[in-house]
């Protein structure tokens, strides 16, 4: 949105807050400052928790230490404006979320000459993380109140020493949990292709990756922070992903297939109601 982009550009400004908690199996799961937990929604106790690999003060540190020039809007980037970071996703057995990894400095060249600082942009890196909820800590039993349980993944997928073809990915947010499959958004790190990616959700396997678009600019630099919108979560229905990257094109693939059925651009760049059927 206009307003968005606007207030990305001023960089006092916070573009958004997006923290969703959500309940399965009698428990209450949400995102915090350093990694994930789940309380007992009756009494608050908390049952378990998941440590991030990158906690928000560490994200905090390890952006400063990327690039000391920084000015005060780490926190906004770490949290306040990081719509990707505070939304976690469940198939009622698991809970699966984006993990930030690290931020590397981008050389953009000699700037503006001798004397003058020289100009980076920090591209960030992240994975895709599945937890098994833990079905015995539902408060039933006092002995558990002694201790809190710190949750490993069941498995992870992305992030640059991913084996498999996750590595290049940026996960532009939470998957969408369908059955037993996932479908989820990403962004290719080096040629800026968006996906559609599908998982097996129990194991985090790559069913199928199908290309959506291009951008222009990739949304791993810390000027694009704007762009991880909650509106990177897939809708599916009717056997259709339904997905909307900001890119101003509305994308319709079969879950079954992969296979892309029909592209609707809009806004500046694409005709207005344009519906273009791909096979």
């Known amino acids: 949105a206009a307003w968005e982009r606007d207030r990305a550009n001023t960089e006092l400004e916070e573009t958004g807050v997006a923290v969703f908690p959500i309940v399965v199996q009698n428990q209450l799961i949400t995102r915090d400052l350093y990694g994930i937990r789940s309380c007992d929604p009756k009494t608050g106790r908390q049952l378990w928790r998941y440590n991030a690999t990158l906690s928000v003060p560490d994200f905090v540190a390890r952006l400063r230490e990327a690039d000391p020039g920084r000015s005060t809007t780490l926190i906004e980037m770490a949290w306040a404006g990081n719509a990707a970071q505070g939304i976690v996703t469940s198939d009622g057995r698991r809970v699966f979320a984006i993990d930030w990894l690290d931020f590397e400095a981008e050389d953009l060249g000699a700037g503006f000459g001798p004397g003058f600082p020289q100009p980076t942009l920090l591209r960030a890196s992240n994975q895709l993380v599945c937890l098994d909820i833990p079905t015995r800590l539902n408060g039933n039993s006092e002995s558990d ?110 879950a079954s297939l992969g296979e892309l059925k029909w592209i609707h651009a809009y806004g500046r760049d694409g005709p207005n109601g344009a519906l273009s059927a791909r096979s």
């Open 145 to 254: 109140d002694d201790e809190i349980r710190n949750v490993k993944p069941a498995w992870s997928v992305g992030g640059p020493t991913d084996p498999g073809a996750l590595s290049d990915q940026l996960f532009l947010g939470a998957p969408r949990s369908v059955d037993d499959a996932l479908f989820v958004m990403t962004e290719s790190r080096r040629d800026r292709e968006l996906n559609l990616v599908k998982l097996d959700a129990a194991s985090g396997r790559v069913v199928w990756v199908q290309k959506l678009g291009l951008v222009e600019r990739a949304g791993s630099r810390s000027d694009e922070r704007h762009r991880n919108l909650p509106m990177a979560l897939p809708a599916v229905a009717d056997g259709t992903v339904i997905c909307q990257p900001d890119t101003d094109i509305i994308v319709a693939v079969d």
